[in-house]
């Protein structure tokens, strides 16, 4: 079998516990006006390529000696890791009989019975949530957040270690009122799993050009380290740990 992907990343020690391979799968099912990897939200442009499986089996094996000794692994992001369903499976599997640890990067916007078997090979689960308020996340993203609500509470019940991200812009979600929305829900809902604040960044911007897209609008900006200082301290209060793997 095999797949589109935007690249294998290797190195990489932002997207999980020590040293790992970030595998980016292409295809997502929202448009964040923001988005960081705006080669992803599609299968097929100009920044993707199809792969064999075989072929990252093989990159991952080249890699093996550095997971053991950092205690890292293979991280599934995006795009949407999820919307190739049939290829992450059969990735996750493969690299599941390897005894390589697993992560995955997820929107949350997918039919949660569908990749339950999927999810429950990894040994963490990164999960964004963007908004709790349904039209504005509609608004920002192309799609409303029922789902992506309801699917964190099924994945936080299979009891897999799970980051909760929020992306923060200021324009978007940058405000006191969505941040104790956020806090609130995991409060009710996932109150054990953690949670990070990804401050918004402009790295993208490169990507827009050579696709030919227009940019994220200018007024969205970054948070800054005072921002997220203060929402942590709110979390915190919450009794909502935070993390940063930045």
Same mark, same amino acid.
């Given at each position: 079998?095999?797949?589109?992907?935007?690249q294998?990343?290797?190195? @990489?020690v932002?997207?999980?516990?020590?040293?790992?391979?970030?595998?980016?799968?292409?295809?997502?099912?929202?448009?964040?006006?923001?988005?960081?990897?705006?080669e992803?939200?599609?299968?097929?442009?100009?920044?993707t390529?199809?792969?064999?499986?075989?072929?990252?089996?093989?990159?991952?094996?080249?890699?093996?000696?550095?997971?053991?000794k +950092?205690?890292?692994?293979?991280?599934?992001?995006?795009?949407?890791?999820?919307?190739?369903?049939?290829?992450?499976?059969?990735?996750?599997?493969?690299?599941?009989?390897?005894?390589?640890?697993?992560?995955?990067?997820?929107?949350?916007?997918? +039919?949660?019975?569908e990749?339950?078997?999927?999810?429950?090979?990894?040994?963490?689960?990164?999960y964004?949530?963007?908004?709790?308020?349904r $039209?504005?996340?509609?608004?920002?993203?192309?799609?409303d957040n029922?789902?992506?609500?309801?699917?964190?509470?099924?994945?936080?019940?299979?009891g897999?270690?799970?980051?909760?991200?929020?992306?923060?812009?200021l324009?978007?979600?940058?405000d006191?009122? @969505?941040?104790?929305?956020?806090?609130?829900?995991?409060a009710?809902n996932?109150?054990?799993?953690k949670l990070?604040?990804?401050?918004?960044?402009?790295?993208? $911007?490169?990507?827009?050009r050579q696709?030919?897209?227009?940019l994220?609008?200018?007024?969205?900006?970054?948070p +800054?380290?005072?921002?997220?200082?203060?929402?942590?301290?709110?979390?915190e209060?919450?009794?909502?740990e935070?993390? @940063?793997?930045?």
């Open positions: 079998m095999g797949g589109y992907i935007m294998i990343q290797n190195y @990489s932002n997207d999980g516990e020590g040293i790992r391979t970030t595998i980016f799968l292409a295809g997502c099912p929202l448009r964040c006006m923001w988005c960081a990897n705006p992803g939200q599609t299968l097929r442009n100009p920044m390529r199809y792969v064999r499986t075989a072929e990252i089996l093989a990159a991952v094996r080249r890699q093996m000696i550095f997971y053991r +950092s205690g890292g692994g293979v991280t599934f992001s995006g795009g949407e890791a999820t919307v190739q369903t049939e290829f992450l499976r059969e990735l996750a599997g493969e690299i599941y009989d390897m005894a390589v640890p697993m992560a995955i990067e997820t929107c949350g916007e997918f +039919s949660f019975e990749i339950r078997d999927i999810l429950e090979k990894m040994d963490q689960i990164f964004d949530i963007k908004l709790t308020d $039209e504005r996340h509609r608004y920002f993203t192309g799609k029922d789902r992506i609500l309801e699917n964190a509470k099924r994945v936080y019940g299979l897999i270690p799970m980051v909760i991200r929020m992306p923060v812009l324009g978007v979600n940058g006191e009122k @969505s941040i104790r929305e956020l806090i609130g829900f995991l009710q996932c109150p054990m799993a990070e604040f990804l401050p918004y960044h402009t790295l993208g $911007e490169e990507k827009y696709l030919g897209r227009e994220p609008p200018e007024e969205f900006q970054r +800054s380290d005072k921002d997220i200082e203060t929402w942590c301290e709110m979390a209060q919450a009794g909502i935070t993390v @940063s793997y930045r």
